[in-house]
C-alpha cells in the first residue's frame, strides 16, 4: 500500500461550484465570499464572520484590529505550530510561552494564571487536533486577573479584560457542553489550508462571539479596510453602478480570499458533517485496534465534547527521540506517510533567537518526544487503517 498522510476529500460538488465561479465573472473576492462568511456564521452560531487567505493572517488582522503592540505581552502555549507565535512578532508584541499540562498537549492553566502581567492583551489557546481547549476555565482565570488589565484603545475597554482569541486552525466543527468551535472565545480563527477537515486550498477565516458594547458592522468593516489595503470598498462594492470612489485609510495588507477559494468552501461545508463522521469512525477504529497495547490514543469523544477528528496524535510508551524517529521510517518503508505535532516552539531556532529554551518546558518536549501523528481523513478506507494499525503495532515489537 502506499498511504498519503492527509490528501483533500475533493468531490464533484467542489469542481462545480467553481467552474460555477469561473463563469461568473466573479473570480476574486465576491458574492461567494460573502456567502461563506454567512454560512460559516450560521454554522458557529457566532456573530459575524471575515474570511481571508489564511489563519495565520486571520490572527495576525484580528491582533491587529485590537491594536496589539509594541509593549503589549501575548500569552501562548509552547506546543503549537509557529504561526500562533509569529504573528504576534509580526505586530510587535512580545510572545509569552506557557508550559503544557503533565501528559497532556493543553496549555497549564494555572502557569497561565501566572503568566499574566499588567502588559497583558491577549491569549490565544490552541484547540490542537481538534480538541477544544477548557474556555471555562480560561475566562474564569481572564476576570479573576481583570483589575491587572490596562485598556489602550476603546475597543480594549469595551471588554476591559484580556481578550481570548482563539486558535483554532484545527477545531472547524468541534463541539464542547453544546457550543461549537467559534462561540467559545472572544475571536476565533480557522484555517481552511489543503490538509484541513474543510478546505478551500488555502484560506483561513476569523469569527466573534456578540458583545454588547461593540458594534459587529464596524468590526466586520475594520477586519476588511486591514486586509485589503487600507481601502474603503472592496471589488465588489466597486462594482456597483458609480460606486468607485474610495479611500485608504492606512497602508494596510493583502489577504482577502477569492471567490473560488470560497467555492471549495461552500461545498465542502454542504458535505462537512459527513466528513466529520467518516473522520469519527476512523479514529474508533483506532482506539479499538490500540487497546491495550503501548500506544497511548488521544481523546477525541466525551460526554461533553465531540473534537473535529483532525489528527490522531499517538504517542508510544518507553520510546526516546531516536526511537521514535525511526519507528516514522520504518512505517514510511511500508508505505504510510506520518508526521509529527509538533516540534515545541522553544525547539527552533527562530525562538531559541528570541531567549526561549526548551529546558524551560518539559511537559511540552514530554510531548513530543514519543508522538506520531497517523493518517487521519475521510478518504482513508478500512482496509487502509487496519494496515496502519497492524504495522505499527509489528514494527513496535522491535522496541
Known amino acids: 500500500m502506499n498511504i498519503a498522510f492527509s490528501p483533500p476529500d475533493i468531490s464533484d460538488e467542489e469542481i462545480n461550484e467553481v467552474i460555477e465561479s469561473l463563469k461568473s465573472g466573479w473570480i476574486t473576492t465576491g458574492p461567494k465570499t460573502k456567502e461563506f462568511e454567512r454560512k460559516i456564521t450560521e454554522y458557529c452560531g457566532s456573530d459575524r464572520t471575515v474570511c481571508l487567505s489564511s489563519a495565520t493572517s486571520s490572527l495576525e488582522m484580528t491582533l491587529r484590529m485590537l491594536g496589539i503592540g509594541k509593549g503589549d505581552e501575548v500569552i501562548l502555549p509552547a506546543y503549537t505550530y509557529t504561526a500562533t507565535c509569529s504573528v504576534i512578532c509580526h505586530v510587535g508584541a512580545t510572545p509569552v510561552m506557557v508550559d503544557s499540562q503533565i501528559d497532556s498537549k493543553e496549555m497549564d492553566y494555572d502557569k497561565m494564571a501566572e503568566a499574566i502581567t499588567e502588559r497583558t492583551k491577549v491569549i490565544i489557546p490552541v484547540d490542537i487536533a481538534g480538541i477544544l481547549c477548557d474556555y471555562e476555565r480560561i475566562f474564569e482565570i481572564v476576570e479573576d486577573k481583570r483589575e491587572l488589565f490596562k485598556a489602550d484603545n476603546d475597543i480594549q475597554k469595551a471588554f476591559g479584560r484580556i481578550i481570548v482569541l482563539a486558535d483554532s486552525s484545527h477545531a472547524f466543527g468541534a463541539v464542547k457542553k453544546g457550543k461549537t468551535a467559534g462561540n467559545l472565545a472572544d475571536f476565533t480563527c480557522f484555517s481552511f489550508h489543503a490538509v484541513k477537515n474543510l478546505t478551500t486550498a488555502e484560506g483561513g477565516a476569523v469569527t466573534w462571539r456578540s458583545h454588547d458594547e461593540l458594534n459587529s458592522d464596524k468590526i466586520y468593516k475594520q477586519l476588511q479596510v486591514l486586509s485589503l489595503h487600507g481601502q474603503t470598498r472592496d471589488a465588489l462594492e466597486k462594482a456597483n453602478n458609480g460606486s468607485w470612489e474610495y479611500d485608504v485609510l492606512l497602508p494596510g495588507y493583502k489577504c482577502n480570499m477569492t471567490d473560488i477559494q470560497a467555492s471549495i468552501g461552500l461545498a465542502q461545508l454542504n458535505r ?116 496502519i494499525i497492524g504495522n505499527l503495532l509489528e514494527i513496535l515489537e522491535e522496541y
Request: hydrophobic fraction near 30%; glycine fraction near 6%.
Open 272 to 387: 462537512y458533517e459527513k466528513l466529520l463522521e467518516r473522520r469519527h469512525e476512523i479514529i474508533r477504529k483506532y482506539d479499538g485496534g490500540f487497546k491495550d497495547t503501548r500506544v497511548i490514543t488521544p481523546k477525541h469523544v466525551s460526554e461533553n465534547f465531540k473534537s473535529s477528528g483532525h489528527l490522531y496524535l499517538a504517542r508510544i510508551k518507553d520510546v526516546s527521540l531516536e526511537d521514535r524517529n525511526e519507528i516514522i521510517e520504518k512505517m514510511g518503508e511500508r508505505g504510510i506517510a506520518t508526521n509529527v505535532h509538533y516540534k515545541p516552539l522553544p525547539m527552533l531556532t527562530a525562538y531559541k533567537n528570541l531567549g526561549f529554551d526548551i529546558k524551560d518546558y518539559p511537559n511540552a518536549y514530554a510531548q513530543f518526544v514519543n508522538e506520531i501523528t497517523l493518517p487521519l481523513y475521510s478518504t482513508l478506507t478500512d482496509e487502509e487503517a487496519d494496515y
